[in-house]
């Protein structure tokens, strides 16, 4: 199984990035599809997650209404389209997966497979 993070980047408070996770070795649309993030000396937090049809999304408070999470089951990836960017959102991106979204899901706890990380940089 592997889960590839890419899209991160260095940029100015207030510009847009978009992250792609690619999943590979398992039965994508059987599985909800999240991203979680970890700054510098802080705890990984959840960011946000989606269910298997996209019929059903999930954000973190700091990043409702500027983030939006979108899948693509024909291609296997998930996104995060992050707009309005914050230097409180520097961290390292991680996308994860589980069979279904539980409060354990959010808490990093019921994850079946964690994608490797990108790194966002966003500067004031």
């Known amino acids: 199984v592997q889960l590839q993070a890419s899209g991160g980047g260095s940029v100015q408070a207030g510009d847009s990035l978009k992250l792609s996770c690619a999943a590979s070795?398992?039965?994508?649309?059987?599985?909800?599809m999240g991203w979680f993030r970890q700054a510098p000396g802080k705890d990984r937090e959840f960011v946000s997650a989606?269910?298997?049809?996209?019929?059903?999304?999930y954000y973190a408070n700091s990043v409702k209404g500027r983030f939006t999470i979108a899948r693509d089951n024909a291609k296997n990836e998930v996104y995060l389209q992050m707009n309005n960017l914050r230097p409180e959102d520097t961290a390292v991106y991680f996308c994860?997966?589980?069979?279904?979204?539980?409060?354990?899901?959010?808490?990093?706890?019921?994850?079946?497979?964690w994608g490797q990380g990108t790194q966002v940089t966003v500067s004031s």
């Open positions: 070795g398992i039965d994508f649309i059987k599985y909800v």
């Open positions: 989606i269910n298997w049809n996209g019929g059903s999304t």
């Open positions: 994860a997966t589980h069979q279904w979204y539980s409060t354990s899901y959010e808490r990093g706890v019921d994850i079946d497979y």
